[in-house]
T-cell receptor
Framework: QKEVEQDPGPLSVPEGAIVSLNCTYS??????FMWYRQYSRKGPELLMY????GNKEDGRFTAQVDKSSKYISLFIRDSQPSDSATYLC??????????????FGKGITLSVRP | GAVVSQHPSWVICKSGTSVKIECRSL??????MFWYRQFPKQSLMLMAT?????????EQGVEKDKFLINHASLTLSTLTVTSAHPEDSSFYIC??????????????FGPGTRLTVL
């Protein structure tokens, strides 16, 4: 079993739809959870960052972490064509040092149809 | 947010030649940088951790003699792909952790370098 599993997709939705993206993980040491957005042929950009369990909202984006189920989600409300990209979940343990590594999901490609 | 740049953004080379990719932190110092490679429709695979002033730490299965990493200053790390072959063609991305409070919990990624080996 991989440390981080992410639905492979691809996912295609109409403009305005609510999108739900999910990852599961097996390492209970993970404490920090991130969602990155990557446009084609570009580097990933940090979208949401959450520590431990709970919800975090930023505009149209909501990140949820359920550590008891080892499950994280990203919700996108009122999806726009500009949201079309690959979304990667990433997580790391509680180490505070600069050398602490991220573990990534495989990524899911989202396409929002006008 | 912190900005990380990479150069070149795109390079084509002949098989057997060496290619150097630069990663720079533009507005912050990075004692550590990470190098990833990404194949089409695949996730990021960590290759190595680059530390300023010391040897890089390579992930299992990554040839350190083929992928030379030099982190000579607090703002620059370089990855040299030596004797490149077509199977080395990939998207190479660097990142640097940013300090927030007392923890390095965010990583800022460069725009990537697309390497094509003919």
């Amino acid at each position: 079993q991989k440390e981080v599993e992410q639905d492979p997709g691809p996912l295609s939705v109409p403009e305005g739809a609510i999108v739900s993206l999910n990852c599961t993980y097996s390492n209970s040491a993970f404490q920090y959870f991130m969602w990155y957005r990557q446009y084609s042929r570009k580097g990933p950009e940090l979208l949401m960052y959450t520590y431990s369990s709970g919800n975090k909202e930023d505009g149209r984006f909501t990140a949820q972490v359920d550590k008891s189920s080892k499950y994280i989600s990203l919700f996108i409300r009122d999806s726009q064509p500009s949201d079309s990209a690959t979304y990667l979940c990433a997580m790391k343990g509680g180490e505070a040092g600069a050398n602490s590594k991220l573990t990534f999901g495989k990524g899911i490609t989202l396409s929002v149809r006008p | 947010g912190a900005v990380v740049s990479q150069h070149p953004s795109w390079v084509i080379c002949k098989s057997g030649t060496s290619v150097k990719i630069e990663c720079r932190s533009l507005d912050f110092q990075a004692t550590t940088m990470f190098w990833y490679r990404q194949f089409p429709k695949q996730s990021l695979m960590l290759m190595a951790t680059s530390n300023e002033g010391s040897k890089a730490t390579y992930e299992q299965g990554v040839e350190k003699d083929k992928f030379l990493i030099n982190h000579a200053s607090l703002t620059l790390s370089t990855l040299t792909v030596t004797s490149a072959h077509p199977e080395d063609s990939s998207f190479y991305i660097c990142s640097a952790p940013g300090l927030a409070g007392n923890s390095y919990n965010e990583q800022f990624f460069g725009p990537g370098t697309r390497l094509t080996v003919l």
